[in-house]
Structure formats: structure tokens, C-alpha cells
């Protein structure tokens, strides 16, 4: 069988509409929209493939994402985003480096739309969200610009009636007298030096020293009066706990030694605390360090749990007291394997640890400065504060009510509390819920959700391969948060011109509008949206612009308040609208909304409400700006043409299953939570993971646009850009799997790998240094050799480690398969395809098809 055969389409196929109904789309909307590139027809001779013709639509001529060869086949300079209005904003995974110009940088603020239309009735007509995407701690990577810091005196100059920071955009005219004319509400300020806030700068018209009149994004060092009067010190509590089920697992040992091998790597660990407390189903246990001697503190009260301990006499700076940490270390383990060396192992046994009471209590540790939490267990909580009982008889107990049945449903308001009472004292609560389908996750997730932690479910069975797949996600996930700056006491503020409102803002929190809403703390892969609306007609002419400001304390105990400015074009033309739409926050939106309607709404209303909004804006640009086309193209705008493969990707994920076993439900939850907090990036890797072949890697690979070119330095790093080459994308369908090759696979969570029997023997060989299939199975191997010098191992290596960088720096894990043909039946691997069918939920060409016979029945209206 020849391979890399890239002949791209079917001639036939190509001039026929009905095989190909994106055919004849007039790409001149702008000059900035993309131009769509077919994925390469990958050749394969597996039994499994569904002959192109069998399909309603010729797979190989349809819209899916490939930003990454706009990156490798670009002959010109390094793709730079200028973040001028109304500018074309990339897409979230490809590859782009940010000039700041008018408007922040998208990594930061992440709109729906870059030219708005100019009256709500248009937007309604669109049938798409008007949203505003936030990343305010994103990591800027080092070709972006950075924020610049200004400092500043007493105050910051703001608008007098509006109380917008001023920034780029304000007007400041020297005619009779100094004014700042404010962009926001247009209110004519006096500049004087009687007004706070006013440097010299703004009555010389001086912009060049002063970044806040050149740059959209700010960091101020905050007055005096903005900072909380105890500065802020990181502090950190591991709660870990150590009942029988969890001792068998050896869940304390692989956390604490996670924890221990990550505290010289802790962001500014010279001037961080630390403490341990260790819980099973009777009493929680503090560590602490007195006169040199490890000592242990019990807490006993359930009900009302509490700290027995101060702040000071708990918690251990990290910088001076290395060697104790390693002794309190040592003592932690020894504790843990006395206390549990007489235990019975018995598989059917069912404990509940008091997980409740080890919140409460150390939230209480850290009442006195703030920091963060982080939760271990592996056992529901079945007595002690906040506890709960089993879902199943909560909700025979309160058949009648509808809301107390619905699983997502919290079974009790104690943890609402107890976020509200972290937020006040800058206090953010993670938990790490390993392999229980018992714990309560809708009641105790609402602890994490409004402090703005993390909830990270690991969702295994009881095989080792499994399971060590999963403690290696744990320890990556441990290194995460501890290892990267963190962001306490953070409160958010948004400003917009008048003929703007915001009526929701969507999170994994429960905020409701107001003049501002806080969290606990954020990292920096922290995301929620603003919902916005148009309440006045705008002139074409006009901009509208909002303002973003987020005061926060930062690892270093210094308190900013960051400003971001953003500004849109008005129109009245659909050509404009579409052309400038952004596809991956539209997604991002609507899965926000959707997953806010599982509490109130069943599986079916939630899935035409998504289809309804994919229909109800392709037939409404087809009104308006193709009405001279026949109505068998469904024709779509470039600026949102992938839309209906990730609608039918998310419909995939298992979220609107109507199985409500409660090991689903609390799958469902963590989910839902990742996607809700989650960076737009991250959602569209999860939604659509990339696949690329890797086993021909050293002999190149065919350009997308030409097969007599190949793409050759897979795996080595492209000095142009500065990054490792990747393989070209190919589309998640079985269709493109071969059983002699090999493929890796990103989702964004993990890294797979997959090897198929009948691959050459070599391939083995360089990797594993084994002859065979057989052998290579029988090794157990979860991750590639780093001291491998093969050539293939270490370009595999660098793909990796590319990846891993793009995904902001997020050390996914690999996990391996070796399979034979029956293989290509592998649950994870048919979950990943996400083209093909998943359960009831059809391919993509299907999708398609049926999406354009809906139109043309609502078309039948006109």
C-alpha cells in the first residue's frame, strides 16, 4: 500500500453541490477572513473504513479546524495579531504573537463579535450571543507585549461620572482648558492638579510617558486605599485523607511525596507557608512544628469543626525550614502507615471520611491571611458537618419536589457558606476527588465554585494501568497550581457605553449582577463571561467600548489593579457582522448558557436550544445576504463554519446522557465545571482533539495544498518561529486509521498514543528497544524513554513537549496503548474520534446534512 498518497479531493465530488454544500461561498467578505484548507486524504487499507461515497457528504470536502498549517506553510513573517478595532481575531489554537495596539489583548478579552451589529433587534436576528469571554490572568508568553506597571500616587485619575480608569481611548483636548472626554459615558473632565489622579503628563500632552495612554492593558500599582490592611502571604493547607480505602490505594504517600518533590519549585516558595493535616472517619489531625519536636493537634468536633491552632504556630515558612518539612514529612508517613497496619482489606466495604468538616475547619486555619485549601479524598461524606447521604435516597425522599430530584442539585446550602465566607477572607478551596462515585459533588463543588478553585474528579477503574494513569494526572495536577502564580482577593468591575448592558455573567460560580462581584482567587487558566445586550440604535459611525478592572493581590504580596480596554465597529451590514464573528467564543458561550440550563431544563430542550441557535444564524445570513443562491447549498460564512462540527462534538461528551448513575452524574459535574472555568483554548481542544500520525515523521509529510511538497523537521524546531514542528492534522475519524502506523492524539487533559500491531518492526525498535508487538505490550509502558537518543524518540519527544507548551504550559500525561485490529474498537480511542458516531449521536457528515434539511424547512417560511 503506497503511503501519504495526498491527492486532496475527488474531482467528481468537488463539481457536485450536493456532495459538497459548502461549495460556492463567495469568499469576499473581508479581506481578514480565512480561507478554508481541506484536511490531506490519509490512505488506508483497514477493513474499518467507510467508503467516502457511503456518506451523504464527501467527508474530505468539508470544514474542520487546521490552523496549525497556516502556521508551517506560511512563507512570510511570524503571524502577528495587532489588536486593532475590529481587527479579524485569531483563532484560540493557532499559532500568533500579540502586538497590543487599540484594544486588549485576546488572550485576556475574547468577544463573540468584533464588529457589533447596532440594534439588539439585528443581534436577536443573528441568533447568536453577544458575549465577552475574560482571561484575566492569562500568562503571557514571551513574544506577546507585556503589561506594562505604573505607578501611581494617592489615586488614579478617573472618570468623574462614570468612575472608568482612563486609559487609550480617553480624549484629552488642550483648546480653552485641559479636558479628558471619557470613551466610556463621553463626560468632559478638568485636568487640573487639584483633580486626583493628574500627572503633569495629561496637561503637557505627553503621552509617550505615560503607558496608560498608549497601552489598552495596565497594571496599577494599587493606592493605598485599594489594599487590604494585612498583606497578603501565600499560605497553603494539604488536607489529605488517610481512611482505609484511601491507605489502600496509597493515596497519602503519592500525595505527600507529589507535595514534596514540588516544594522547591512552589511559585515564590522563599516566602510561602505550608501546613499538612491528615482526616479519616472520626477526627482530623494537625501537624505542627514546636521546640523542634513534630507535634499533633486533634480536632474531634464534626459538627462544628474549627482550627485548634493559630495561624503562626500551624503553618511553616518554606525558605527556613526546609529540613523540619522533610522530618514533618516523614512523620506524616509513619503516622499513616501505624494507623492503618492493622486494616483488613475488604473491596465491599463502603467508609465515609468527614470531608466536610475538613473544609470548614481549614478554611478556619486561614481566616487570619488567606491562601488556599486543597482537599484529598477518595470516600463520599456521609456524616460530620456538611454531609450528605446517598443521592440515590435523597432524592426518594423528596420525590415531589422537582428541584430537590434533579441530581445536579446541591442536597444542602452548608458549602454556599463556606465559599462566601473564603471570598471574604481571600481563602481559595481545591478538592481532588479520587475514584468515588458516592461523594456529592453537586453539594460540595459549590465550596470550590464560588472561592474560584479547582474540582478535579478522577474517574477510574480498579486496574493498576488505570489507576497509575491517573496518580500521574493527580501529581500534574498538584504541580499546577502550586508551581504557577496564584491570584487572592480578586475583584471584578466591567464598565460600558451607555446603549450597553450586561444582564448575566456566566461562571462556575453563582454571581449575580451588581456593581461588582469577587472571588477568593483565580490561577491563571481562570475564565468566566460577561452576557451582554444593546439597548439603543447605534449610529454606524460610533464605536462602543467596555472596561474591565480587576484589583488582586499576587504571590508576591503586592496589590495591582489591572485595566483592560476593548472597542467594537458598529454596523448595519450582515457581510460586516459574520465576517468579524469569532467561532471559538461563540462555542464557549453557548456552553455556558447550555450547561446553566441542566439545573432547570431536560437533556432534549437543551439540545435544540444549541441546534436552534446554529440554524437559526446560517438561515438568517441566508435571508439576508444570499437570496439569489439556490436553497439546496447550505452556505455558510467562513467566520463561523466549524460551528456544527463542535455542537455535534459536545453533544458527544456524555453531558446530556439520560443515565443518572451517580458515578455519571459526578463525571458530568467535573466536566461541566472544566469547561466552565476552563481558557476558550482549552474548550476547542477538548471539544475537537487534534490527531496527527507520527510513525513517518522522518520521512515528512505531504503540504496540505500541493502532494508533489513535503513537509519535512517534524519534531525538530522551526527556527522562523521558534517551536517544534508538529505532523499536519487529521481528521478524528477511524476512517483515517491504519494498523501499521502510529498516532498521537491531544485533548487538551492527555496525550495519547496509539500503535497498531502491524506497524514496522523498526518503529519498536527505536522507541523500545523490542523487536515486536508482542513485546512492547508485554512492557507496561505509560511514558516514552527521555534517555532514548534516538531520532525518533526525541522528535517524538520535542512534539510532546510543544504541545505541552501551547497548552499554557500544562504537563498533560501520556498515556499508551498498543492494539491489534480489534483495537480500533477501544472505548477511549472511539470517544476521541469525535467525527464518527458517539452512542445515539451521528457523524459529522450526517450532522451536516441534517442541519441543512432544518434550514430548508424553516426557509420555507420565505
Known sequence: ?????????????QKNTINNPFSGYDNNINNQTREQKPTPKHNTSQKYKTPNNKYNIN??????????????????????????????????????????TQNSSCRFIFPTYNTI????SFLDETGLP???????????????SEIPKVEVGDSIFRCEKCKSYINNK????????????????????????????????????????????INPTIDFIAPEKFRNKKIFIPHYLFMIDISESSYQLGLPSYIINSIQITLDSIHNSENSYIAFALYDIKNIYY?????????????????DPFCPLSLKKLYIKIGENKEKINILIEKLNYFIEQKNKNIISNNNKQISTITGAAIKSGVDSLIENGGRVMIFTCNPCFHGFGCTIHRESYIKLNEKDSHKTNPFFPQHNEFVSIGEKAVKYRIVIDQFIFRTELYDISTFSLASNISGGEINFYNCNKDSGTVNSMFEKLHYDITRILTRPNYYNCKFMLRYSKGLDCYEILGPFNKKLGEAFELGGCDPDYCYCYNLRLNKIFKNTENAHIQLAVLFDDNYSNTYIRIFNYSFNISNQISQIYGFINIDSIMKSLIYKSITLIYNADNQSIINYLEDKVINSYKYYRVKEKKESSLDQLIIPLSIQYLPLYINSYFKLNIFSDNMKPELINYIISITNKLMRE??????????????????????????????????????????????????????????????????????????????????????????????FKEAKNLGINSLDQENLCELNKRILNIISQIREENNKYIQPIRLFLLDENGINEPILNDLLKEDKIGKVCNYPEYLCTLHQKIQERMKEY
Open 1 to 13: 500500500m503506497k503511503k501519504n498518497d495526498n491527492k486532496l479531493f475527488n474531482d467528481n465530488n
Open 59 to 100: 467527508p474530505l470536502d468539508i470544514p474542520r479546524p487546521n490552523q496549525e498549517n497556516e502556521i508551517y506553510l506560511n512563507k512570510d513573517k511570524i503571524p502577528l495579531y495587532e489588536t486593532n478595532i475590529g481587527a479579524f481575531i485569531p483563532y484560540s489554537n493557532s499559532f500568533f504573537s500579540v502586538k497590543e
Open 117 to 120: 451589529p447596532n440594534s439588539q
Open 130 to 144: 453577544f458575549t465577552i469571554c475574560v482571561q484575566p490572568f492569562y500568562q503571557i508568553p514571551a513574544y506577546d
Open 170 to 213: 480617553y480624549n484629552i483636548t488642550y483648546s480653552n482648558k485641559p479636558i479628558a472626554i471619557c470613551n466610556i459615558c463621553h463626560y468632559e473632565n478638568d485636568l487640573n492638579m487639584n483633580t486626583c489622579g493628574v500627572k503633569n503628563e495629561y496637561l503637557n500632552n505627553d503621552n509617550t510617558s505615560c503607558p496608560e495612554l
Open 287 to 303: 501537624f505542627y512544628i514546636e521546640k523542634d519536636d513534630i507535634r499533633i493537634s486533634i480536632m474531634g468536633d464534626m459538627k
Open 679 to 772: 481558557p476558550v483554548s482549552s474548550t476547542i481542544k477538548y471539544l475537537y482533539p487534534k490527531l496527527y500520525r507520527i510513525d513517518d515523521i522522518e520521512k515528512g509529510q505531504y503540504d496540505l495544498n500541493n502532494d508533489e511538497i513535503k513537509i519535512y523537521d517534524i519534531g525538530f524546531i522551526n527556527e522562523k518561529y521558534n517551536i517544534i514542528q508538529k505532523p499536519l492534522l487529521l481528521r478524528l475519524s477511524k476512517d483515517v486509521i491504519d494498523f501499521d502506523c502510529a498516532y498521537l492524539i491531544d485533548d487538551g487533559i492527555f496525550i495519547y498514543i496509539y500503535i497498531f500491531n502491524e506497524i514496522d518492526t523498526n518503529f519498536y525498535s527505536d522507541l523500545f528497544n523490542v523487536d515486536s
